[in-house]
């Protein structure tokens, strides 16, 4: 089993920036790819950004440029730096891990708004 607790959420202007974090505990070193998603209100879940356990990364194109994940193995956590911050962003962010089966974190709040 794999536990996961998002942190780093909150209320930014437009413009702004955040780190959310995403600490894993419990099986942790099973973790295969990781994974950040939101979820908008009256929207469906989608993906943000991806990493593999070699570091390879995939975004969503909404967010290239603007957003960079990563992950600290040492650490079991993973990290989404959100920079450009757009009101479109607001949503309730979720972290994403992979072994032989699927995990989710319960989710961060994250508002982009003056």
């Known amino acids: 089993q794999v536990q996961l607790v998002e942190s780093g959420g909150g209320l930014v202007q437009p413009g702004g920036s955040l780190r959310l974090s995403c600490a894993a505990s419990g099986s942790s070193s099973s973790i295969n790819a990781m994974g950040w998603y939101r979820q908008a209100p009256g929207k469906q879940r989608d993906l943000v950004a991806f990493?593999?356990?070699?570091?390879?990364?995939t975004y969503v194109d909404s967010v290239k440029g603007r957003f960079t994940i990563s992950r600290d193995n040492a650490k079991s956590t993973m990290y989404l730096q959100m920079n450009s911050l757009k009101p479109e962003d607001t949503a309730v962010y979720y972290c994403?891990?992979?072994?032989?089966?699927?995990?989710w974190g319960q989710g961060t709040q994250v508002t982009v708004s003056s």
């Open positions: 990493i593999t356990s070699k570091g390879v990364t």
């Open positions: 994403y891990a992979i072994t032989l089966k699927s995990y």
